[in-house]
């Protein structure tokens, strides 16, 4: 794990919490938490047995490899794919300077390890919020671009602490019904903070300290954590999120470091869309082909992404109306509705026939998917793409399946890799 340094200036000390109070908040590198744990069953293997051997490795390598390398562990992201998975099948799967594409990108774990293989790497999303995760994870920052970066970091938490100690009254830029989830004096902090953000010339380094920002304002919420709204008391000191801010900084400063030092001389940025993953041909143009399509698509009735950032979108002013209205595999459109079933079988078919028209014809389409639920009812995704996958000219190349214990404590839920190529 990369670790951020102790910064330099003399803290004030720390008031202790309450004893019924849900966490400590500490300035200190946060470990990425996952939608299942690492720890699964006996893997079952389908298709040709080298490949099928391969798929397996890669999920064993996520049981064992360390969570955080690179940018991966800048900014939460609910249901991250584990970063050993495209670690160890990119390489295996594609060749220098092909084009991966991941049309479900949310904050850019394929797309990093695509940069790092030295892979031309393009995703799509329909969340704002993840793409500019993605954006800032991606980013190619130079020993300058970074000094640059961390003069303004600094200078940034000067301020802000000088507004803090003056009590500078300053515009709250969020709604009353969204400064419920604050106590007054952290909410004012925050809003210092942002403020000082917003006066950042250089529009790179200012979206980048906007999702810095991001990254910190749910931990100085009301609200228990990022899966869970529950509003809980938290005693915060005065400062605590401007130094919380610094080091979140610095450590990002040392990923960035990390990322620039591993990706091949003249590998080109990452290509970023916003839309809808069942529209490809038409967003990303009829002469765009890929060679490998690797993604993890939303695990059917599991999650609503509209609503996890819902505390960040509020701040940075990100509109979601898409996210809201065209968001596939939704939770609150899957539990217990007439058809659901076969809403989530009409989205994944029409997933999968923008991924055929976009892919190249030797390309190959690497899927990595957790089983569903709904209507109440558990849906195996392999079966289910299996079922689909032949009638737009998909067919199964090999596949690799284990059960992993979910986090919620209810029954083991299977994840698999299922590798297809064209048929025609």
Not at 43 to 63: N, Q, W
Not at 110 to 115: C, I, K, N, Q, R
Not at 269 to 277: E, I, K, N, T
């Given at each position: 794990m990369v670790k951020a340094p102790k910064t330099r200036r003399k803290r004030e000390p720390r008031e202790t919490h309450e004893r019924q109070e849900p966490e400590v908040l500490e300035p200190a590198p946060l470990r990425p938490r996952y939608s299942l744990t690492h720890r699964g069953?006996?893997?079952?293997?389908?298709?040709?047995?080298?490949?099928?051997?391969?798929?397996?490795?890669?999920?064993?390598?996520?049981?064992?490899?360390?969570d955080d390398e690179l940018t991966h562990g800048f900014h939460s992201h609910p249901a991250r794919m584990h970063p050993a998975?495209?670690?160890?099948?990119?390489?295996?799967?594609?060749?220098?300077?092909?084009?991966?594409?991941?049309?479900?990108?949310?904050?850019?774990?394929?797309?990093?390890?695509?940069?790092?293989?030295?892979r031309r790497a393009a995703g799509v999303d329909l969340d704002p919020l993840a793409l500019r995760i993605a954006e800032t994870r991606c980013a190619l920052r130079d020993p300058a671009s970074r000094a640059r970066f961390g003069r303004t970091l600094h200078a940034i938490a000067l301020a802000s602490e000088d507004r803090v100690r003056m009590r500078e009254k300053v515009e709250v830029p969020i709604s009353r019904a969204e400064r419920a989830y604050y106590d007054p004096h952290v909410m004012l902090e925050l809003s210092g903070l942002y403020a000082e953000i917003s006066r950042v010339?250089?529009?790179?380094?200012?979206?980048?300290?906007?999702?810095?920002?991001?990254?910190?304002?749910?931990?100085?919420?009301?609200?228990?954590?990022?899966?869970?709204?529950?509003?809980?008391?938290?005693?915060?000191?005065?400062?605590?999120?401007?130094?919380?801010?610094?080091?979140?900084?610095?450590?990002?400063?040392?990923?960035?470091?990390?990322?620039?030092?591993?990706?091949?001389?003249?590998?080109?940025?990452?290509?970023?869309?916003?839309?809808?993953?069942?529209?490809?041909p038409d967003l990303l143009g009829r002469r765009f082909s890929a060679s490998l399509v690797f993604t993890s698509p939303p695990y059917g009735g599991?999650?609503?992404?509209?609503?996890?950032?819902?505390?960040?979108?509020?701040?940075?002013?990100?509109?979601?109306?898409?996210?809201?209205?065209?968001?596939?595999?939704?939770?609150?459109?899957?539990?217990?509705?007439?058809?659901?079933?076969?809403?989530w079988d009409d989205e994944l078919h029409a997933v999968l026939s923008a991924i055929e028209g976009v892919l190249?014809?030797?390309?190959?389409?690497?899927?990595?998917?957790?089983?569903?639920?709904?209507?109440?009812?558990?849906?195996?995704?392999?079966?289910?793409?299996?079922?689909?996958?032949?009638?737009?000219?998909?067919?199964?190349?090999?596949?690799?399946?284990?059960?992993r214990p979910d986090f919620h404590g209810g029954v083991p839920r299977r994840e698999h890799l299922i590798l297809m190529a064209r048929t025609r």
């Open positions: 069953g006996e893997i079952e293997r389908h298709g040709d047995p080298k490949l099928a051997e391969l798929l397996a490795s890669a999920l064993v390598a996520s049981e064992d490899a360390p998975l495209p670690a160890k099948l990119i390489p295996e799967l594609s060749e220098r300077d092909s084009i991966i594409l991941d049309p479900f990108c949310g904050s850019g774990t394929v797309l990093v390890e695509a940069l790092a293989h030295g010339a250089d529009e790179a380094d200012r979206r980048a300290l906007e999702l810095l920002f991001s990254a910190i304002v749910v931990k100085f919420s009301r609200q228990r954590a990022d899966t869970n709204e529950e509003l809980v008391k938290k005693r915060i000191r005065k400062g605590l999120v401007t130094e919380f801010f610094e080091r979140k900084g610095e450590e990002l400063l040392l990923r960035w470091a990390a990322l620039y030092e591993a990706v091949p001389e003249g590998t080109d940025p990452v290509r970023l869309w916003m839309g809808d993953a069942r529209r490809l599991t999650y609503d992404y509209a609503r996890h950032h819902a505390r960040r979108h509020a701040w940075l002013g990100l509109d979601t109306s898409g996210l809201r209205a065209h968001e596939i595999g939704a939770r609150r459109n899957l539990s217990g509705q007439a058809g659901a079933r076969k809403r190249s014809r030797d390309g190959k389409v690497l899927f990595f998917v957790g089983d569903a639920e709904v209507a109440r009812t558990r849906v195996a995704a392999d079966e289910q793409l299996l079922r689909l996958a032949p009638e737009l000219g998909l067919s199964l190349l090999a596949g690799a399946s284990q059960p």
